[in-house]
């Protein structure tokens, strides 16, 4: 497994923009697919992007497209999650998960993933 950390997370009221990271260690960060998930209270845990390996492909939720892009670097073992015109709606605990996998494939089913971080808190008022 790979060790993942997130950061980024914070208060901001609707309309605003943050960028999460997951800092990735342990493991040969280049080969995990990288995604986001979040998990709002009293719900279940909802995917939100993913990319792959190469960073050429990504898919991400209906709600999030046009306004969240998922990155990465993996000269810094890092991915990053984008998110522009935050809406209360995207409140929620954000949490970054890897999964092995082929190299263009991109992966979305938490079941897949087999190291996850912590998670981050993104609280967006109205």
């Known amino acids: 497994q790979v060790q993942l950390v997130e950061s980024g997370g914070g208060l901001v009221q609707a309309g605003a923009s943050l960028r999460l990271s997951c800092a990735a260690s342990?493991?040969?960060?280049?080969?995990?697919?990288m995604a986001w998930f979040r998990q709002a209270p009293g719900k279940d845990r909802e995917f939100v992007a993913t990319?792959?390996?190469?960073?050429?492909?990504?898919v991400s939720t209906d709600s999030v497209k046009g306004r969240f892009t998922i990155s990465r670097d993996n000269a810094k073992n890092t991915a990053y999650l984008q998110m522009n015109d935050l809406k209360p709606e995207d409140t929620a605990v954000y949490y970054c998960a890897a999964a092995r996998s082929l190299w263009n494939s991109t992966p979305w089913n938490g079941a897949d993933f087999d190291s996850w971080g912590h998670g981050t808190q993104v609280t967006v008022t109205s």
């Open positions: 342990g493991r040969t960060f280049i080969d995990y697919a």
């Open positions: 990319i792959s390996r190469s960073g050429g492909s990504k």
